[in-house]
């Protein structure tokens, strides 16, 4: 397993945009694993927000955020990014990244490692 470090959340007036970092404390990352954003809003379930797939290009969106942000990665660092960009009130929730087996990376119960979140306030 990996511990997680997220980081870059904040207090934001709607349509503003924000860097969400995930930094994996290990002294490896293999690939072909599953690495996520999820977010989790007061009084509402946690939601798959995206992921990519360690080792591979691509990165994978839900339907609500798709097109406004983006997930990126920096193997050297170990570190995945998410970029929020038009920032709406609805968006605010404690964002969490996830590490785990490549098994349906949307499904929150293949992770096994959990980062504390990051809080992201969208204010109109």
């Known amino acids: 397993q990996v511990q997680l470090v997220e980081s870059g959340g904040g207090s934001v007036q709607a349509g503003s945009s924000l860097t969400l970092s995930c930094v994996v404390v290990s002294p490896y990352l293999d690939d072909e694993k599953c690495l996520a954003w999820f977010r989790q809003a007061p009084g509402k379930e946690r939601e798959w927000v995206g992921n990519?797939?360690?080792?591979?290009?691509?990165?994978y969106y839900a339907a609500s955020i798709k097109g406004r942000w983006t997930i990126s990665q920096d193997s050297a660092k170990k570190t995945m990014y998410l970029q929020l960009n038009r920032l709406r009130p609805e968006d605010t929730a404690m964002y969490f990244c996830?590490?785990?087996?490549?098994?349906?990376?949307?499904?929150?119960?293949?992770?096994?490692?959990w980062g504390q979140g990051t809080q992201v306030t969208v204010f109109s």
């Open positions: 996830a590490w785990g087996y490549n098994g349906g990376c949307e499904r929150e119960e293949i992770y096994k490692s």
């Open positions: 990519i797939i360690t080792g591979r290009q691509n990165s």
